[in-house]
């Protein structure tokens, strides 16, 4: 069975395509060399000889408008297939794009690991469109964990820990994690995954993207390790444009959406962080092993109490955790009034890792922080959460 489908002249396309579903995809590729598409889905099935593929990929060189006549076409005539776009189509097109019944848009100049990662999610997509109205309505019901990674002080590895968990959550739950950063002014999380976004939030939070999540999707950017990043605009100043009630209706779009929603967030509690706050289901605390960045912990914790917007399923992690500081965890936790969950040791690779992009769990390092890492993520997937005599904190060692 052919079940991708390329429809373009493009033959170095072609090879990239071919080379991405080989190396991890099951399926085969069929490629009709032309600018011209079928007129509809009968045409295009004697082409193939009455074969009805998963995905239908409209590839380079292709002119735009023939791109859009046939995927209305197939939108009314065959709405379960997944048709993706390949093109530097502009912002402003993109809605356009979607309600002709594109599924998804990919960049001409991807390399093969981001072509695979998007067929993959249409093919997940195809699959929910073809499952029973019982199942994808008790799929709609369920929303995705929101996790947000919060400190009241900057520079104890925040970001780090963030990129971390949503690699981490990608190896569990593959192309249904999504890392927001919220850090709006000076975020990191681009820098953290070594990518280069075309868009950000504030292309998320624009109206037409609100209204339609599959427009909101279109603004994502495809990381290899398997997950989704919307990173933080690189002008500080067009964070003045985005509202608290813009990142609320963000993050709940994303939890409809994914089954994983981390969000990195700027130190301290601005309205912003607030906002982020009241969507998440569970809140990774974090805090370096010094007095400043304790105190501020403690702090911060007792003003949310009062606030009374704490989310049920709280995380603390002590990050960079040394023994030869002069403090251990029984006193972090009597300066900070709650238990440690995770102690994530200090550790050169971890800082190597950060310098490179790469978080340390998207390699295969031997190293004690790794192991740290990997218990702060397992407390995520259901298989830990659901077991009912496990413990939600336990007391750490360093």
């Given at each position: 069975m052919s079940r991708f489908v390329l429809l373009s002249p493009n033959a170095d396309f072609d090879q990239k395509l071919r080379a991405a579903v080989a190396n991890g995809l099951r399926g085969s590729v069929q490629t009709i060399a032309s600018d011209i598409l079928p007129a509809g889905p009968a045409e295009l099935f004697g082409l193939l000889n009455q074969e009805q593929p998963e995905v239908l990929i409209i590839g380079p060189d292709v002119p735009y408008e023939e791109a859009l006549r046939f995927a209305k076409v197939f939108d009314v005539q065959l709405p379960g297939l997944s048709?993706?776009?390949?093109?530097?189509?502009?912002?402003?097109?993109?809605?356009?794009?979607?309600?002709?019944?594109?599924?998804?848009?990919?960049?001409?100049?991807?390399?093969?690991?981001?072509?695979?990662?998007?067929l993959e999610r249409a093919c997940q997509s195809f699959a929910t469109r073809h499952r029973s109205p019982d199942a994808q309505q008790a799929e709609a019901n369920t929303k995705g964990l929101v996790i947000g990674v919060f400190s009241p002080k900057g520079g104890v590895g925040k970001t780090t820990l963030a990129t971390n968990i949503a690699i981490g959550l990608g190896q569990i739950a593959p192309m249904s994690v999504v890392i927001v950063d919220l850090d709006l002014q000076f975020g990191d999380v681009a820098s953290g995954l070594y990518l280069n976004p075309e868009h950000?939030?504030?292309?998320?939070?624009?109206?037409?993207?609100?209204?339609?999540?599959?427009?909101?999707k279109a603004f994502l950017t495809v990381h290899p390790a398997g997950i989704y990043a919307l990173c933080a605009p690189p002008n500080p100043?067009?964070?003045?444009?985005?509202?608290?009630?813009?990142?609320?209706?963000?993050?709940?779009q994303l939890a409809q959406e994914f089954q994983y929603v981390v969000v990195d967030t700027a130190p301290g509690?601005?309205?912003?962080?607030?906002?982020?706050?009241e969507q998440c289901t569970d809140v990774v605390w974090v805090s370096a092993m010094d007095i400043?960045?304790?105190r501020?912990?403690?702090s911060g914790l007792e003003v949310l109490r009062q606030l009374e917007i704490m989310p049920e399923s709280r995380h603390v992690v002590l990050n960079m955790a040394d023994n030869k500081t002069g403090l251990n965890v029984q006193d972090v936790e009597s300066t900070i009034g709650a238990p440690v969950d995770v102690s994530v040791p200090r550790s050169r690779a971890v800082a190597r890792s950060t310098?490179?992009?790469?978080?340390?769990?998207?390699?295969?390092?031997?190293?004690?922080?790794?192991?740290?890492?990997?218990?702060l993520v397992e407390r995520f997937n259901p298989a830990w959460r659901t077991q009912a005599q496990r413990k939600l904190h336990r007391r750490v060692v360093i």
């Open positions: 048709l993706v776009l390949v093109s530097d189509v502009q912002p402003e097109f993109l809605l356009h794009a979607m309600r002709a019944g594109v599924r998804d848009i990919l960049s001409p100049q991807a390399d093969a690991a981001e072509i695979r990662v998007l950000t939030v504030t292309d998320a939070v624009t109206p037409a993207a609100a209204q339609d999540s599959l427009v909101l100043v067009d964070a003045d444009h985005i509202t608290p009630d813009q990142v609320s209706r963000l993050l709940e509690m601005p309205e912003i962080g607030l906002a982020a706050m400043p960045s304790l501020g912990l403690r310098n490179r992009g790469i978080p340390l769990l998207q390699e295969s390092k031997k190293d004690p922080a790794v192991k740290s890492l990997r218990q």
